[in-house]
C-alpha cells in the first residue's frame, strides 16, 4: 500500500516552497502518494502583538484563499498544478504576479483571481489550517507534514527546512529520515546550521 504524505503549505513562503519540491522529488524514488493542503501564516499570526512575517496590509491572505478557491474548483490535482505554477512564478521566477496570470499558467480560468480580495475562502482555508496545525502545535510553521510511519502509526512533523533541493536517492533519504526521527517517542526538535538564502535550481 501506498503511503500517503499529507503537505500543508502557506504558498509565499521560499523555504516551503523548496520542501514541497523535495516532498515531490522523494516521490520518485519512494511509492508515496502526496495530498496537499493550506495552511496560512496570516491565521498563525493573527492574534500576535507582532507579525513575524511583517505583513501589516494582509497579502498574504490573498495566495490561500485562491488555492482554497482553486482546489474547491478543480480538486487536489488543480491545487498542485496551482502552487507549482504560482511557485514558478513568485519564488523562481522573483515575480509577484498577478493571480489570473497564475491561473492563466496553471490552465485555469482567470476569474478565481477575485477571492483574493474577499472574505469567501477564509473560514475554508481557517479549517484545513486548523487540520494541520493540529498535529503539530501553533509554536511552528509552514510546512507541516503528516504520514504513517513503518508501524502504522501517523507521524507528523514540521518542516524539514531546506535551502536546496534534495536529489534522487538524496532527497529519498531525507524523507526516510525525517519520518524516521518524528516517530520517536519525546522526539521534539532537532536544528542544524542557520538558514541559508533559498537555492531554486536544486
Same mark, same amino acid.
Given at each position: 500500500?501506498?503511503?500517503?504524505?499529507?503537505?500543508?503549505?502557506?504558498?509565499?513562503?521560499?523555504?516551503?516552497?523548496?520542501?514541497?519540491?523535495?516532498?515531490?522529488?522523494?516521490?520518485?524514488?519512494?511509492?508515496?502518494?502526496?495530498?496537499?493542503? $493550506?495552511?496560512?501564516?496570516?491565521?498563525?499570526?493573527?492574534?500576535?502583538?507582532?507579525?513575524?512575517?511583517?505583513?501589516?496590509?494582509?497579502?498574504?491572505?490573498?495566495?490561500?484563499?485562491?488555492?482554497?478557491?482553486?482546489?474547491?474548483?478543480?480538486?487536489?490535482?488543480?491545487?498542485?498544478?496551482?502552487?507549482?505554477?504560482?511557485?514558478?512564478?513568485?519564488?523562481?521566477?522573483?515575480?509577484?504576479?498577478?493571480?489570473?496570470?497564475?491561473?492563466?499558467?496553471?490552465?485555469?480560468?482567470?476569474?478565481?483571481?477575485?477571492?483574493?480580495?474577499?472574505?469567501?475562502?477564509?473560514?475554508?482555508?481557517?479549517?484545513?489550517?486548523?487540520?494541520?496545525?493540529?498535529? $503539530? +502545535?501553533?509554536?511552528?510553521?509552514?510546512?507541516?507534514?503528516?504520514v504513517e510511519d513503518a508501524t502504522g502509526s501517523r507521524v507528523a512533523f514540521f518542516g524539514p527546512v531546506i535551502s536546496r533541493i534534495p536529489r534522487g536517492e538524496e532527497a529519498g533519504r531525507l524523507f526516510?529520515?525525517?519520518?524516521?526521527?518524528?516517530? $520517536?517517542? +519525546?522526539?521534539?526538535?532537532?536544528?542544524?546550521?542557520?538558514?541559508a538564502e533559498p537555492q531554486f535550481g536544486g
Amino acid at each position: 500500500m501506498t503511503p500517503t504524505v499529507d503537505f500543508w503549505f502557506d504558498p509565499s513562503c521560499p523555504y516551503t516552497w523548496i520542501t514541497s519540491r523535495w516532498i515531490i522529488e522523494a516521490a520518485t524514488v519512494r511509492a508515496l502518494d502526496i495530498r496537499w493542503h $493550506v495552511m496560512s501564516l496570516s491565521v498563525l499570526n493573527e492574534h500576535r502583538e507582532v507579525d513575524p512575517e511583517g505583513d501589516t496590509e494582509g497579502y498574504l491572505w490573498g495566495p490561500v484563499r485562491v488555492c482554497a478557491a482553486v482546489e474547491q474548483r478543480y480538486g487536489q490535482d488543480g491545487l498542485a498544478r496551482f502552487y507549482t505554477a504560482y511557485g514558478t512564478r513568485v519564488h523562481e521566477g522573483g515575480e509577484w504576479a498577478e493571480f489570473g496570470d497564475v491561473l492563466s499558467d496553471a490552465g485555469f480560468a482567470e476569474d478565481l483571481a477575485e477571492v483574493a480580495g474577499t472574505h469567501e475562502f477564509d473560514e475554508v482555508v481557517r479549517a484545513s489550517h486548523a487540520e494541520g496545525i493540529a498535529l $503539530v +502545535g501553533d509554536h511552528v510553521g509552514t510546512p507541516v507534514v503528516a504520514v504513517e510511519d513503518a508501524t502504522g502509526s501517523r507521524v507528523a512533523f514540521f518542516g524539514p527546512v531546506i535551502s536546496r533541493i534534495p536529489r534522487g536517492e538524496e532527497a529519498g533519504r531525507l524523507f526516510d529520515g525525517a519520518v524516521l526521527v518524528a516517530g $520517536v517517542s +519525546g522526539f521534539h526538535e532537532l536544528k542544524g546550521r542557520p538558514h541559508a538564502e533559498p537555492q531554486f535550481g536544486g
